[in-house]
């Protein structure tokens, strides 16, 4: 999709030029604030602009007093001109520094859990391996760290079940185990395995629906029984964590999900059975987007990382991705 795009940009009018310009004038509002952004002359840019609106029959902004209001049409084009503009400058740092010392910047979506496992040892690699590559690492559940890929403000993310879609590319990485965790007082002061049927009766916590929801566990159907069983859902892993531990439910997660409450016995867990639970970590990039020498690197250490930590017991998961 990339090199479509780059291909009508070469068979028609439209330019690079001419989506930075448009890109300052919906990000700037006014055609002044633009040329003094572009450092050029604001008939230039109207210029510019009436082509644009020419050749996609269609206006792009609505002309007011104050300023300048994205059309729809604006709206969707400054998406796609965000994507373009950002490609166009990766792949121009990219050739620029082939065969020189890694370098350049890359941001990495991580849903909580990963956070947890890997973020500190991803960034103390970064500092110590590749001194040149300026990481930006964002932490969020995992149906927001997807949205924000598929809106380019991050370059790859690790994310829970991701649904299928073409224009992601995606490598399953791991394996967790859910189980039930909250108080003794709420789940029973047992190790002893509780089943699925028995859960739906207890209190549950959930996160709240939406695309966050599916990244709980792998099978849809369960899942929509304990939505439809849940006392409270929330989209906040700290407002769960509190709501836990204050006894107002429970939850099925990971034992990394609550791991410090957890090990201080302020919460217990019990394995869930008939059926088992499982969710599965992916790594998650957009398939038209070339990847730069940075991003692999970083990418490698990423697996690299998450394999360790696996093997190290720090993360309980089976690891599905093929060994180094």
Known sequence: ???????????????????????AMYEQGTLSNAAETCRVAVSALSHHLANLEAEFGAPLFIRKPRGLQPTAA????YVHAKSILKAMSAAEKDIREAGTEIAGEV???????????????????????????????????????????????????????PPADPRLKTQAVLEEQMVLVGTRAIIGDSDQPVRFADI???????????????????????????????KLQMNSVHA????????LGCTIGTKLFMYEH????????????EPELSRTLY?????????TYALEAVRSLILDLVRRSVMDGRWEARMVMPAA
Not at 74 to 77: A, K, P, S
Not at 143 to 156: F, N, Q
Not at 217 to 223: C, E, G, H
Not at 262 to 268: K, M
């Open 74 to 77: 604006g709206e969707r084009l």
């Open 107 to 161: 941001s990495v979506g991580m849903a909580y859990s990963a956070v947890k496992a890997i973020g500190v040892d991803l960034a103390r690699r970064i500092v110590s391996d590749y001194p040149k590559v300026r990481l930006s690492l964002s932490e969020s559940l995992s149906g927001s760290t997807l949205m924000h890929l598929m809106a380019s403000e991050v370059d790859i993310a690790l994310v829970y079940n």
């Open 1 to 23: 999709m990339f090199l479509s795009h780059l291909s009508k940009i070469q068979k028609s009018p439209m330019d690079s030029r001419q989506l930075r310009y448009f890109a």
């Open 283 to 291: 790594v998650c990039e957009m398939a038209d987007r070339p990847a």
């Open 200 to 230: 739906l009766d207890l209190p549950m916590i959930l996160l709240r629906q939406g695309i966050s929801a599916r990244a709980l566990m792998d099978d849809t159907n369960l899942l929509k029984k304990l939505e439809g069983r849940a």
């Open 262 to 273: 957890i090990e201080s016995g302020l919460l217990h867990y019990r394995p869930i059975v």
């Open 240 to 247: 769960i964590g509190a709501s836990l531990a204050a006894g």
